[in-house]
């Protein structure tokens, strides 16, 4: 059965990534994935209750990204319909494409520490359609994008999923994790830029055209500044309302969302009804990208089946017996999240190894947050970010291995090899 279950894993990431090719929409491969792993499981099972009760679990966790994925994104749209990105946009004056890129790194890095690397991702691919005509810029600037946001919140403990984890389960602290992992992860953004930023040279900025819509759908600098703010107070103060209530975040986008719902209804009561639908966030949901939502879905039960069948927890033992070297362990856990989520990876390194072994803030733990957080950006759909990107401006699995993987894997081992440098010298 295992075997099987590997087998069919690997034909549909393949089929994932020859999309084009094969003219298979990704996300129908991703629920026939799903569909296919989850039966072959329930048949090779004796024990039917207990894959039922799996399935619930996984469900579960897919449901809170699902809803905290298409909350993040309607409230973008909402920020968008409402021109609200021209409060930042019109604030950018360059006209090579190098410096926005420069910029857009930045930006994305520590936007990416606050929030979280899928938010970050949503907001700043949605704000590179409102300054970028061109698709083959903003192909590359997306590609930009995932690699900053998944190495700004590799270094603080709200800012990546892994790390969260590793910060609740007490492997790592707050202020150790900081100061460990943030020259690291500059380094991790810092080359793909430098690298970047050298192809485009000189090349201008080609901002698109508003169209005749936008015009007459004009909204006024109150309801773009207030719709923005509100937006991306929204978005910040989900970590804040998640380690009050102890919530999962999910439940924070939801309430942010109704909050934004009723002041958006308020803002617009007394306006034409013509105007007030094309504003309204019941719009909104209508114009979020289902697809990637699908793709989502399909994509975390899939490797659920790995996770619940000790698949990627056998792989980490063999790494284990085979390799001896934590270095390079961790290092490969990091390339293998390029491929595989990188959450299940991390949850079966916890559970290998005890804190009775390896104390808080050991080096096994803040490169593992390290290699985990930023292996991902070496394929498309080895993070979260990656994956939004990829359903927002419909990236090509073979596009974004040509053009940005070579850049992101520069990254992760400039910014590996300077951690354990560094890790020797000051330990």
Same mark, same amino acid.
């Given at each position: ?12 990431? +393949? ?86 890129? #420069? ?51 590799? #270094? ?37 830029? +430098?690298?970047?930023? #050298? ?84 719009? +909104? ?79 096994? #733990? ?47 081992? +400039? ?13």
């Amino acid at each position: 059965m295992l075997t099987a279950l590997i087998l069919v894993f690997v034909l549909t990431y +393949a089929a994932i990534a020859l999309e084009h090719p094969l003219q298979v929409n990704k996300s129908a491969s991703a629920l026939l994935g799903a569909g296919l792993l989850w039966t072959l499981y329930a048949l090779g099972s004796n024990d039917p209750q207990q894959v039922s009760h799996q399935l619930s679990e996984s469900l579960n966790s897919t449901a809170q990204i699902v809803f905290f994925l298409m909350g993040a994104m309607t409230i973008v749209e909402v920020v968008d319909a409402h021109n609200g990105f021209e409060v930042i946009t019109s604030r950018i004056r360059t006209s090579k494409l190098s410096k926005l890129m #420069w910029l857009v790194g930045f930006v994305t890095f520590f936007l990416s520490s606050i929030l979280d690397n899928l938010t970050t991702a949503i907001v700043m691919v949605s704000l590179m359609k409102k300054l970028l005509a061109k698709r083959e810029d903003r192909l590359f600037f997306a590609g930009i994008i995932v690699i900053a946001a998944n190495a700004g919140g590799a #270094w603080t403990p709200i800012g990546d999923v892994t790390t969260t984890m590793l910060w609740i389960g007490g492997q790592i602290t707050a202020l150790e994790i900081m100061k460990g992992l943030f020259i690291p992860s500059m380094i991790n953004l810092l080359v793909p830029l +430098a690298v970047t930023s #050298w192809m485009l040279g000189s090349k201008p900025v080609l901002a698109p055209q508003r169209d005749d819509a936008e015009i007459l759908f004009e909204t006024s600098e109150f309801e773009r500044k207030l719709m923005f703010f509100l937006g991306l107070s929204i978005l910040v103060a989900v970590p804040a309302f998640k380690t009050i209530t102890h919530l999962p975040p999910f439940m924070g986008i939801l309430f942010g969302l109704g909050i934004l719902w009723l002041v958006g209804d308020l803002v617009h009561r007394k306006e034409e009804d013509l105007r007030k639908a094309r504003l309204t966030l019941a719009r +909104a949901l209508t114009r979020i990208d289902m697809s990637s939502v699908v793709f989502f879905i399909g994509i975390l039960l899939s490797v659920a089946v790995l996770e619940h069948t000790h698949i990627l927890s056998s792989i980490a033992q063999w790494l284990d017996k085979t390799v001896g070297r934590q270095d390079i362990i961790v290092m490969l856990i990091g390339l293998v999240s390029a491929v595989v989520d990188n959450v299940p990876l991390v949850a079966a390194s916890m559970g290998m190894y005890s804190l009775e072994q390896y104390p808080p803030d050991s080096f096994l #733990w803040e490169f593992m947050a390290y290699c985990a957080g930023t292996g991902g950006s070496i394929l498309i759909i080895g993070s979260a970010a990656g994956v939004a990107a990829m359903g927002l401006e419909k990236i090509d699995f073979i596009w974004y291995m040509r053009k940005i993987s070579a850049l992101a894997l520069l990254g992760y081992l +400039a910014g590996a090899i300077f951690y354990i440098v560094e890790y020797q010298l000051l330990h």
